[in-house]
């Protein structure tokens, strides 16, 4: 079916369906923020995996919109006005239409799903324009149907229209791009559509692909017919409102990319959305859209209620709201030529992908979807750094030579910090030294696997990754060469590379607590996770084959009973940790404090830091009992408050009580143990709120000193906040698991 028959019967079908009677509604208790000529604030509306983006820019009165992501969207105008008494008056998504007059009080009110903008005439006629990114929980790849409404590529857009003037009104509502529509069957869309034809989807040129395109279209109501003047292109309404009445329209904005997204220069893979196994075409996703979207929206209203309807701060639900925007639109859902699915978390504007100590926080989020992390844990074995070797330059990847490996053949393997950049996935990341994180990256890694197993009850999966726990946990332990427990040699750096005590420095209690928690949850995972059958005898005379062709293990009976290894590994692991936690008792009592590194001739060894216990993280997330863990906690507390009072700034509260870094995701983490573990309520959200309340770039993590903003826009990480309504919502998280 070409693409011109396929929606003429869209359209057919778009009026034939049964009434649609599911409206969205955004909680008008959130934040509302002003949009003026002076409103920055920018804001990332994407789809989960696809990265479809359809964007807020006020400071440019724009959208933002395309079907790669916002690396490679492209600026545009949407059109959402009314004409009342021959006076077109619109929102500010757009730059203004020649004789045309913005909204007044114009509002901006947006939850983790949904963006809504209010405006009104001077007549007294009120317009609310709600885009929707439909979303609901999922548990494994077999949720089809709720995977759907995740990923498909489109987004909702509901229009209400209410007359609070005491007479009736005539007039005519506008939902446009600032495009030219195109015909749906003709070479690179390069023949314009013939406007005013009636038919309800108006195509654009996607300038993502030659020969793609994206949609609007209407749904529920007909549209009176299509349009296209100055410069804009879409669908027009008339309207006649009674006194008080109020009428409500439904559209879909869709797109569907069908090209490689990534080259996997490791296998020689292109790899192609996920969603393309679904909707071979836009028609498809388009009757996707129109026949689920009562469904979609009551589960999407549903989810979102459920984080909004919390008692979290208004400022808390806001910066919830922001950073899970910011989360979809760093997401990769994506499937290879051998129906293989992989999944990536972008690293913002630096676009690396699916950095294991940046997902130790983002992949909080996997709460709703534990599938996505499932998929990282399972990608990331592929970049595990065995031996030391150099790397020659690439010049078709313009990737200079580059040391891979290092450390690895003297003290073991370790993950690498990241498996590629944008737009190929391959080894390492694009720079020499930065991939090398050994400590932090092995104690991430098997956190995270703890976390996934947890939320997941997948004891299959993380069973079979035991054996790679052990490895990386011994790794680790051979970083200690001074016998207190902690990497002192081989460490590489942390995550912190703002801050120079938390980056580099030897004996570095960071890494020391964050080890410990390892060793910790590795144990229960060994010792609850070993196969405990008991072994069965084969009788090797009745097999009937030779050198055991064709019998397989499986089909020989044998159970291996590694009871005793597991148990062994468990143990020795646990004596790791309660050495660690001896070493850390014992500075406490000769410093007073923890120190961040215990390395006195190291700059700055004795600052102090908040963020010591972040290893205890994703273990509280999901009610970890462990008495190691436990203790470690109760050791933490001693110093937390004071330091937390030493480290208040103006602006946020610092890493270390010596350099001014702040970065919000990273004292969320801070925040969340604190009140899981010590009992300790603290909140950085009103920090991140002033601070991204008016910024055009979406979610900005922090400063690295007052005034000196840290340049990580559009960061993912500070989705770390949904920890605050995960600990409130702790008995009831079984509905996600």
């Known amino acids: 079916m070409n693409l011109k028959k396929a929606l003429l019967t869209f359209s057919l079908l778009s009026f034939t369906l049964t009434a649609f009677s599911q409206s969205f509604k955004v909680d008008q208790n959130l934040i509302a923020t002003p949009l003026t000529d002076s409103t920055n604030f920018s804001l990332l509306n994407s789809r989960l995996g696809s990265r479809f983006t359809f964007s807020l820019l006020n400071e440019k009165q724009s959208i933002q919109t395309g079907s790669l992501g916002f ?121 314009p559509m013939q406007p005013n034809n009636g038919t309800q989807v108006v195509l654009f040129r996607d300038n993502a692909d030659l020969n793609g395109k994206t949609a609007l279209a209407t749904i529920k109501s007909p549209a009176n017919g299509t349009f296209n003047e100055e410069g804009f292109g879409g669908l027009y309404y008339e309207f006649n409102l009674e006194p008080q009445e109020k009428k409500e ?39 996707y859209a129109q026949e689920n979207i009562a469904e979609n929206l009551r589960l999407t209203q549903k989810f979102e209620d459920n984080l909004m309807n919390s008692k979290l701060t208004a400022q808390e639900k806001w910066v919830l709201a922001l950073t899970f925007h910011t989360d979809l639109a760093n997401t990769f859902f994506l499937i290879d030529n051998l129906k293989e699915a992989r999944f990536y978390v972008s690293e913002g504007r630096f676009k690396h992908l699916s950095t294991v100590d940046v997902a130790h ?65 391959s080894e390492t990341a694009n720079y020499n030294y930065g991939p090398h994180m050994a400590v932090e990256e092995n104690t991430s890694f098997v956190l995270l696997l703890y976390y996934y ?65 390892a060793y910790a949850v590795a144990g229960e995972m060994l010792r609850t996770l070993a196969n405990k059958e008991a072994v069965t005898a084969i009788d090797a005379t009745n097999t009937g084959v030779v050198d055991g062709e064709g019998a397989g293990f499986k089909s020989m009976g044998i159970a291996v009973n590694n009871e005793g290894l597991r148990n062994k590994q468990a143990l020795h692991l646990e004596r790791e940790a309660q050495l660690i936690l001896n070493v850390l008792k014992k500075a406490q009592k000769k410093y007073g404090f923890i120190p961040v590194s215990l390395t006195e001739s190291f700059p700055k060894w004795n600052q102090r830091s908040v963020v010591i216990g972040e ?46 870094t702040t ?75």
């Open 453 to 517: 197993w947890k939320i997941s009850k997948d004891d299959a999966f993380v069973r079979s990754m035991l054996g790679t726990v052990n490895v990386l946990m011994q790794s680790v332990i051979n970083r200690d060469t001074n016998g207190n427990g902690i990497a002192d040699k081989g460490y590489g750096w942390t995550t912190y590379d703002a801050n120079e005590a938390l980056k580099l420095s030897p004996d570095n209690t960071f890494l020391g607590a964050k080890q410990l928690s």
């Open 615 to 660: 290893g205890l993280f994703l273990p509280g997330l999901v009610g970890a009992k462990l008495p190691l863990l436990n203790q470690l906690a109760s050791v933490l507390k001693k110093d937390y408050a004071d330091t937390y009072v030493q480290s208040i700034t103006d602006y946020g509260i610092k890493l270390t009580t010596q350099e001014g």
């Open 249 to 287: 329209y439904h559209q879909v904005y869709a797109t569907h990319h069908h090209s490689t997204v990534i080259e996997d220069k490791r296998v020689n893979q292109p790899l192609r959305f996920y969603y393309s196994q679904y909707w071979k075409n836009i028609s498809e996703v388009l009757s």
């Open 71 to 191: 690396d490679m969207d492209e600026q545009t105008g949407l059109l959402i006005g009314i004409t009342v008494n021959q006076k077109l008056y619109c929102f500010r998504t757009t730059k203004l239409p020649r004789n045309a007059t913005y909204l007044q009080n114009q509002q901006l009110k947006f939850g983790p799903t949904s963006m809504q903008i209010t405006g009104e005439t001077p007549t007294g006629i009120k317009v609310d324009f709600t885009l929707i990114s439909a979303f609901t929980p999922s548990k494994d790849l077999n949720d089809t149907t709720a995977i759907k409404t995740q990923i498909f590529p489109g987004f909702y857009m509901q229009i209400n229209i209410t007359n609070e003037h005491n007479v009736p009104v005539n007039g005519k509502l506008k939902i446009a791009l600032a495009k030219t529509p195109v015909k749906g069957f003709n070479f690179m869309s390069l023949e």
């Open 361 to 425: 926080e983002t992949e909080v989020s996997a709460i709703f979807c534990p599938w996505r992390l499932k998929l990282q844990l399972s990608q990331w074995t592929n970049y595990i750094a065995r031996a030391e070797l150099t790397v020659a330059a690439n010049a078709t990847q313009n990737k200079p030579a580059y040391q891979q490996g290092m450390t690895a053949a003297e003290y073991g393997p370790y993950l690498y910090h990241d498996v590629g950049d944008l737009p190929f996935v």
């Open 663 to 737: 970065w919000f995701s990273k004292t969320i983490v801070a925040d969340v143990v604190a009140s899981q573990w010590y009992g300790i309520k603290h909140s950085s959200a009103p920090y991140i709120y002033e601070w991204n309340k008016n910024s055009p770039y979406a979610y900005n993590d922090g400063l690295l000193k007052k005034d000196d903003v840290w340049i990580g826009y559009w960061y993912p990480r500070g989705i770390s906040i949904l920890g605050y309504w995960l600990l409130q919502n702790q008995p009831h998280l079984n509905q996600y698991q």
